[in-house]
């Protein structure tokens, strides 16, 4: 089951980061620690789960641009957006990264998404061509 855990809204996007439960793969794991995740996450202590941060456009409500990771371990899974700045060398956190990600996406795909807007509504749009005549003589009083 999906569950949105923070979004940002413009005028005109969505981004969206939610999360879904995830299976536990410990095979590349130090053995100790794979134990302990294994333990953690049965007891329900901790969460595995995956991560999309999403743009989506307001108005059309297209996605424009995704990012995904999995295999993410918490106990609290909003933990993951641990913090916000990215260093001078381009360090930072996951979540950052993806949000960037997505954002550059969106706008590689934003051209295009105005473009088959402006066609599908050429197509749908009905043009009401209409003569107007009158037989009726008006006469200024």
């Known amino acids: 089951m999906a569950k949105t855990m923070w979004q940002f809204k413009t005028r005109n996007f969505t981004v969206r980061w939610v999360i879904e439960p995830d299976v536990l793969c410990t095979q590349h794991m130090d053995p100790e620690l794979a134990k302990e995740c294994i333990k953690n996450v049965r007891s329900r202590k901790w969460k595995c789960f995956q991560s999309e941060i999403e743009v989506v456009c307001n108005t059309t409500g ?10 993410s371990i918490y106990a609290n899974p909003a933990e993951f957006r641990d913090h916000f700045g990215m260093s001078a060398n381009g360090h930072g956190s996951y979540f950052v990264q ?8 969106a706008r590689e795909q ?7 807007a402006a ?15 009158s037989t009726t003589k008006f006469v200024a009083v």
């Open 62 to 71: 297209v996605s424009l641009g995704q990012a995904y990771l999995g295999g």
């Open 98 to 105: 993806m949000v960037r990600e997505a954002i550059a996406q």
């Open 110 to 116: 934003f051209p295009l998404h105005q473009k088959r």
């Open 119 to 133: 066609q599908a509504l050429a197509k749908n749009q009905k043009v009401l061509d209409v003569k107007l005549s």
